[in-house]
T-cell receptor, first 113, second 111 residues
């Protein structure tokens, strides 16, 4: 079945540590996105990529980095510069741009040790 | 501030009743989308309505869009316990480059 796979489901970060969240899709979608969800709030866009080897900052990119070396993969690194990383991180993809329905993974919950 | 804002923040109904959720937004849009999120899971796309459409149906879901009032509503008819979830509207602004999500409505359907 086609879909988006995020791993791990739960992740713990120590002070000063970078951690990487994985996102893989087999939907043959061009566009991929990373969102952050805090309790009781909507989703906020961290980064997006509409084509391989290209990505753009969203509203809250500071303290995060991404790469898009393959169409299927869009990993997110939460760096030590992100001082409040505890949140639920969601990866999504769509055929092209923001005017298309987005398909979401089941998220990674990141906490601080 | 967020482009889309849902109302009410929370809604509790009995199984079999209808549930209505509203979404208001600020700027002109290309389209508006509704998503469902079960607890601890990712979002699931429900329906997309374009700015030149007024109403769309999908099974037990009915979405309306009033661009003059910059508002949309999602109606779930004959609700079931499995409809318990958070529901989000998301707007694709006319001159924007992102999908902006509201804070969501938490729906609880009691059996």
């Amino acid at each position: 079945d086609g879909g988006i796979t995020q791993s791990p489901k739960y992740l713990f970060r120590k002070e000063g540590q970078n951690v990487t969240l994985s996102c893989e899709q087999n939907l043959n979608h061009d566009a991929m996105y990373w969102y952050r969800q805090d309790p009781g709030q909507g989703l906020r866009l961290i980064y997006y990529s509409q084509i391989v080897n290209d990505f753009q900052k969203g509203d809250i990119a500071e303290g995060y980095s991404v790469s898009r070396e393959k169409k299927e993969s869009f990993p997110l690194t939460v760096t030590s510069a992100q001082k409040n990383p505890t949140a639920f991180y969601l990866c999504a993809s769509s055929f092209s741009g923001f005017n298309q329905p987005q398909h979401f993974g089941d998220g990674t919950r990141l906490s601080i040790l | 501030s967020q482009q889309g804002e849902e109302d009410p923040q929370a809604l509790s109904i009995q199984e079999g009743e209808n549930a209505t959720m509203n979404c208001s937004y600020k700027t002109s849009i290309n389209n508006l989308q509704w998503y469902r999120q079960n607890s601890g899971r990712g979002l699931v796309h429900l329906i997309l309505i374009r700015s030149n459409e007024r109403e769309k149906h999908s099974g037990r879901l009915r979405v309306t869009l009033d661009t003059s009032k910059k508002s949309s509503s999602l109606l779930i008819t004959a609700s079931r316990a499995a409809d318990t979830a958070s529901y989000f509207c998301a707007t694709d602004a006319l001159y924007g480059n992102k999908l902006v999500f509201g804070a969501g409505t938490i729906l609880r359907v009691k059996s």
